[in-house]
């Protein structure tokens, strides 16, 4: 149980993707904190199941379905949050993701998958897999950003992005995402240099391997044993094991806390049990 920040209390806070793994965990965590919660997901239900999560604990949340991507959704997504707690503190853009046509089937290409029609190789890779994934990341991150920071100018704000540790070194079979996930370490510094007079502060969290439901078939194998893809990773990962939920907390609250981070801008922290630490000898 992680302690209570006391300054946190009664700020509003907005989770884009907080329906998901990471971003439900991060939600309830700071409605935990004291702070009012607006849960954004494109899916309304899972949405809901977490703000009533929050409410059942007597916790303040709301729901709102929004496509991150639609900037008129987002638009109407911060008007439905100002209307219910006020303007927005802090933004935290955990809605992302990866696609099916934005991967390769091997880590490694070899002039036979040219021949097999069950192999998907970099030249299988399709325009609209990696559109899917540029928009949900980049412009999922750049349109919520703009819309409900307006109201922050001239107050003070926090905005967290998600990164990853594919933004540093990319990974294997992920071009796209990894791709995507570097250019949210670039605008994460951008953002941050061009708002840094307005009382706007922006950082970014990149965690290392977290078993989520979108990555579940490449690190688990049907009968719930590591793929050979997790023994790799957890054999560069000195911890000697993947991130939990949970793990990702204690930073979330630092960087939110005016208090202990208010001269933290500009920065991405890894979460990540000593991955980009270990040279692999």
Known sequence: MLPIHDSLQGKIAVVTGGGGVLGSYMAKE???????????????????KVADEITSLGGAAV???????????VRKAEEEVFQSFGPCDVLINAAGGNHPEGM???EIFNIKDLEDKEVKSF?????????YVFNLNIIGTLLPTQVFSKRMVGNSGNIINISSMSAYSP???????SAAKAGI?????????????????????????????????????????NTDRTKKILANTPMRRLGKPEDLLGTLLWLVDDEASNFVTGI????????MAYSGV
């Open 171 to 177: 990974m294997t079979k992920v071009p796209a995402y």
């Open 268 to 275: 991405s922290v890894p979460v990540d049990g000593g991955f």
């Open 30 to 48: 700071l409605a935990r904190q004291g702070m009012k919660v607006a849960i954004i997901n494109r899916t309304q239900e899972k949405g809901q």
């Open 185 to 225: 370490e670039n605008i994460t510094k951008w953002l941050a240099v061009h708002m840094a007079e307005t009382g706007i502060r922006v950082n970014a969290i990149a965690p290392g391997f977290f078993l989520t439901t979108q990555n579940e078939a490449l690190l688990n194998n049907p009968d719930g044993s």
């Open 63 to 73: 729901a709102i379905q929004c496509d991150v991507v639609n900037l008129e959704s």
């Open 104 to 106: 390769t089937t091997n």
């Open 123 to 131: 030249f299988d890779l399709t325009l609209n897999g990696f559109e």
